[in-house]
């Protein structure tokens, strides 16, 4: 049986309420002292002796209350920290003073290849490649800011955390240093982490909004391409949204589980984008960081890595971004050996890469080895019906951001907005939102908000005052578009070709609004 007494702290108390438990022949296993409480673990102790030990116990001058426990608080502690430690997938040692093993969790077990008590009776010396960490973290009271180490052969990024006993009352004054607890995180687990910090908004292709025509045959392509574990290229001008639909297809796909890391190969001088891709060995470079690095091949490894405007990215990268496709093994810079991954590439461009082929500014092998499949995002321009629908998703944002009651378009501003040509597509229409919505405190936002924010647009001079309502507003709006341009272009096809849309789009609204009148 475990119990817990209560007293009145004084010097000798807890040996005298233990020589209560000895005169009565009762073994003692386990005693933690923590005034003004005594937890003592008697297996000899049986329920039916308790009240004749309360009596006794309490002869003894300051013994209150005597509870039976389940556990004692420092064992409850341990099991749980052991539990801890048992499910961190990470690799967690502690080390003393000397730098030994003192402590080691399964994970930590399992990446050397040795049990969790084999580990407990090394240094971390006898671990680490590189025998002068201990050295150093001994030097500076293991107090060494974050860097990479081999453990077993495989690199990880080791977090150290100093272990201290204060030696005054005030612990900023003075402590002394018990050792470290060491964090061991592996590349895939560092991009896994980085996926979910970026990725917070989920993934899939309801994301990408939109019910026209051309949006609703590029989601069935995706779904149909996104399963395939091949290299995709997605081609579609600036602003167009190639980023969000390379998210879509890595959630479709089967590593949605993995990381998604990306990389804008217009953002970064070709050293930069060299050491983010591949990675570096320690002092590879001036500047390196000490240890070295992983790059993102490394840290997605089992997932995805976006190259966003690969049509920027240098003859040089592109022949060590080829060597890397063709049997997924490369080196870091400064290294000699050569590390394996498993990763897809998606890549996106709005370049036109077969006359960057011709020109001989993209490499012609590389050019096939990403184009294996292919996804071309449609200009907002040609997917008129998705306008307003973009138009209101911003505007709820916008308005949620700036703290204000979700805005409205009226019907001039539905027109303006359809009207134009959007040569930044869904980015531009997203500014565009965003602006309108920072500068006007109306709840109801016209033309005029929209002008001002963004010079380009214009709306067609159309009577609008007569609808209020969104559906309505755009309905005439497209019936008046519609009625005028029809006589010059007095069929579905041309009148197609004239708005830079689809055929069958135009004889539905022409049928809905009954174009051409009917005499």
Sequence with gaps: MRINIQFRDRVGIAHEILAVLAKRGLNVVAVEVDPPQIYIDSPDLLEYMLPE?????????????????????????????????????????????????????????????????????????????????????????????????????????????????PLLPEPALLVKSLGAVLTFHAPARIGGRIHALQNTAGSGFDLIIGESEQIRSLKKKAARVAVVDAPLLITGETGTGKELLAKACHGASNRSNAPFLELNCAALPESLAESELFGYMSGAFTGAQRGGKPGLFEMADGGTVFLDEIGEMSLYLQAKLLRFLNDGKFRRIGGDKEVSVNVRIISATHRNLRKMVQEGQFREDLFYRLNVLHLEMPALRDRPDDILPLAAHFIERACTQSQKAVCRLNASACAALVSNRWPGNVRQLQNVVFRAITMSDQRVLDAADLDWAEGSISADEVNLDVAEDWDASVDLFEQSLLERLYPQYPSSRKLAARLKTSHSMIAGKLRKYGIPKKR
């Design 53 to 165: 030990l309360r009596q006794d116990c309490q002869q003894v001058r300051g013994v209150g209350e005597i509870q039976v426990i389940d556990v004692l608080p420092g064992m409850r502690r341990r099991l749980h920290l052991d539990t801890i430690m048992a499910v961190m997938e990470d690799p967690v040692l502690a080390i003393d003073g000397n730098g030994c093993v003192v402590i080691a969790n399964a994970a930590a077990a399992a990446v050397a290849g040795m049990t969790e008590a084999s580990l407990c009776r090394l240094s971390l010396s006898q671990i680490l490649d590189d025998a002068e960490i201990q050295n150093e973290l001994l030097r500076s009271s293991f107090r060494i800011p974050s860097r990479e180490v081999i453990l077993n052969g495989e690199p990880f990024f080791m977090d150290v955390t100093p272990v201290s006993e």
